[in-house]
């Protein structure tokens, strides 16, 4: 079992950054994707950013450029740093992980452990 836990959420403007942190704790041995989703209101789930143990970065193309997804081996934790952020980025985000290998961003029934997630709100 794996268990995830973000941070780093909050308002901001338009414009703004964000960096959102997800700490990982239990067998994080078997985490060999992490990734990043999001839910707005009335919408689906949708991958935001993901990584994989060989160092591989997948990014939607709603945020390729803007974000930038990275993980700390050392200190268990997944990070997403995320700039320019605009309002259509306000949702809850999560956290999830999975003992399978992707080479790219996955789906969400793809991932076995969640967070909780963390709120995001960009105002305009």
């Known amino acids: 079992q794996v268990q995830l836990v973000e941070s780093g959420g909050g308002s901001v403007q338009a414009g703004g950054s964000l960096r959102l942190s997800c700490a990982a704790s239990?067998?994080?041995?078997?985490?060999?994707?992490l990734g990043w989703f999001r839910q707005a209101p009335g919408k689906e789930r949708e991958g935001v950013a993901a990584t994989n143990s060989f160092g591989g970065t997948y990014y939607a193309d709603s945020v390729k450029g803007r974000s930038t997804i990275s993980r700390d081996n050392a200190k268990n934790t997944l990070y997403l740093q995320m700039n320019s952020l605009k309002p259509e980025d306000t949702a809850m985000y999560y956290c999830?992980?999975?003992?399978?290998?992707?080479?790219?961003?996955?789906?969400?029934?793809?991932?076995?452990?969640w967070g909780q997630g963390t709120q995001v709100t960009v105002s305009s």
């Open positions: 999830a992980a999975d003992r399978r290998w992707y080479w790219r961003l996955a789906a969400p029934h793809e991932y076995n452990y």
């Open positions: 239990g067998s994080t041995y078997i985490a060999s994707c």
